[in-house]
């Protein structure tokens, strides 16, 4: 997702899912139009996402809800964002089992000072899965970031890889 200037975004996600289901959701959320004439560096009014998931018999796994307001709480402070410019986030909703093998491939934190880039994998609540979390600068390592952890859910739940990734360029 990639904000405009002045821009406001609101997303409420549900998900119902069986405990035998697996899900995989991922965004990546750009500072604005970077490069666009003299920048739009977080000049959106606000972005706010929240996820929300069940299981069918109404039971509550957990929700996640991330807003940001960049003209009311700078989002360049210590703590927030920081240096960083791009957020990527992906859930991954599976069996305990699945998720203990994405998390043994893909936990270790990593913290790259040359690309800049961080990510970081935990587990949900209530034996829902996993979330990963990836900060960087530009968009391209996020992506691969992201998609690197996708590949790992999707070979420990299916068996199966994905495809080599699509050149754009």
């Known amino acids: 997702m990639i904000p405009f200037r002045h821009s406001r975004f609101v997303s409420d996600t549900r998900v119902r899912l069986p405990s035998s289901a697996t899900m995989l959701y991922a965004e990546v959320l750009q500072p604005g139009r970077k490069y666009y004439r003299d920048g ?3 000049a959106y009014d606000l972005f706010s996402t929240t996820l929300r998931a069940e299981r069918p018999d109404g039971r509550h ?17 210590i703590g927030v964002m920081e240096r960083f ?3 990527g986030n ?15 491939r893909t936990a270790t ?42 590949v ?18």
């Open 61 to 77: 796994l957990f929700v996640e809800k991330f807003v940001v307001t960049p003209h009311r709480f700078p989002v360049t402070r």
């Open 152 to 169: 790992a859910a999707r070979e420990e739940v299916t068996g199966h890889t994905f495809p080599p990734a699509f050149g754009w360029r």
């Open 40 to 42: 739009e560096l977080f």
């Open 90 to 104: 992906v859930v991954l909703l599976t069996s305990p089992e699945r998720a203990a093998r994405v998390y043994r």
């Open 109 to 150: 934190p990593v913290w790259d000072e040359a690309t800049p880039l961080a990510t970081s994998v935990s587990r949900l609540p209530n034996d829902a899965g996993l979330v990963c979390k990836v900060l960087g600068q530009e968009t391209e390592p996020v992506r691969e970031a992201v998609r690197a952890f996708c």
């Open 85 to 87: 410019h791009v957020y």
